[in-house]
């Protein structure tokens, strides 16, 4: 019995493990850094209006999203505004050269499939998509269990922050 439970950890670890190259060869051919590859992604994706909303889907706190933002706007990929009703609030959109970055990524996220879908392996990531974000829930539930983090809609993407 106990071999059964250490292989099914080893698949979890492995998955995580392949998860993160992909992210990475990502973040390589982009030439960005894998959080600001996740930053940069959930805003195309996500189109966030505000900060607070995109460090609650990163999972991390105001500061260390605001460093990332730093990061894309000197980049030129993004601008921050007030908004005009509530000053505590900060907008962020992205510019045109933001929004030609994303458009790499996808470029290179699909030339990626392509190469799984010609070394027929497209069925195995279909199954994988699929399965991610229910690993994801049951997991946060499982470590977490009466935590805000638990909450499936909370962020996941990078490390949370120190306390």
Do not use: F
Not at 18 to 35: F, I, N, Y
Not at 137 to 151: I, V
């Amino acid at each position: 019995m106990e071999n059964i439970s250490i292989d099914r950890g080893k698949i979890l670890i492995n998955l995580l493990l392949g998860s993160h190259r992909v992210a990475k060869t990502l973040a390589l051919a982009t030439k960005l850094p894998l959080e600001e590859l996740y930053c940069l992604t959930l805003i195309h994706t996500e189109r966030p209006a505000c900060v607070k909303v995109l460090s609650k889907l990163l999972g991390v706190r105001g500061p260390r999203t605001s460093k990332l933002l730093g990061s894309l706007e000197h980049k030129g990929y993004l601008r921050r505004t007030m908004n005009a009703i509530d000053h505590r609030m900060e907008m962020i959109a992205l510019t045109d050269e933001g929004t030609d970055a994303a458009q790499r990524l996808i470029r290179e996220a699909e030339d990626l499939i392509d190469n799984l879908m010609e070394g027929g392996e497209i069925d195995q990531v279909r199954h994988l998509v699929g399965r991610l974000d229910e690993i994801r829930m049951r997991a946060a539930h499982h470590c977490h269990a009466g935590d805000a983090s638990s909450d499936p809609s909370s962020g996941w993407l990078l490390a949370p922050d120190e306390e």
